[in-house]
């Protein structure tokens, strides 16, 4: 969340001081920034409820989270963050706000890959099951055998 803010700040002091803006019609600006807005903010939810945070709610740690948005993606809290830094660059329409949003992308997607390490070390095999049916950031296409 720290960086949707972030983009949030630099892009409107950006806007203030004559920094290039993004080539949108208002329309397109606002519907993409709401569009992606509800989003993220529908996927951070989901995935907060699925797997509440563990810290403040004393569950337990040790069970590998698979429901909800976890069963179509691995990192939905980490995409609805990224999704909300980018409503908020198309929202103000500002091109560093986009550059931010892009810096972002690639923090987070770092982080994941640190993070399904030490979860690939926790869960072991159960995590590499999941893993390979599941989508990082992307829901991967099911597939299904056809009967012979």
């Known amino acids: 969340m720290p960086w949707v803010i ?18 949108l019609a ?4 606002y519907g993409a920034c ?8 529908s996927l951070l939810a989901l995935g907060l409820k699925a797997c ?9 740690r040790s069970a590998l989270v698979t429901k909800g948005p976890y069963s179509y993606i691995r990192h939905p809290i980490c995409l609805s963050c990224v999704l909300l830094a980018f409503s908020a660059a198309i929202g103000f329409k500002s091109a560093v706000g986009l550059m931010l949003a892009l810096v972002a992308l690639v923090v987070t997607y770092v982080h994941a ?3 399904e390490r030490e979860l690939e070390r926790r869960f072991g095999r159960a995590y590499c099951e999941y893993k390979s049916s599941v989508g990082m950031f992307i829901p991967k296409r099911k597939t299904t055998k056809s009967p012979r």
Not at 10 to 17: C, K, P, T, Y
């Open 6 to 23: 972030g983009i949030i700040i630099g892009s409107f002091f950006a806007n203030r001081s004559g920094l290039p803006l993004l080539p």
């Open 113 to 115: 890959l640190f993070e």
């Open 52 to 60: 509440p945070l563990t810290v403040l709610s004393g569950r337990d």
């Open 26 to 29: 208002d329309w397109a600006s």
């Open 34 to 41: 709401t569009f992606l807005a509800v989003l993220g903010i």
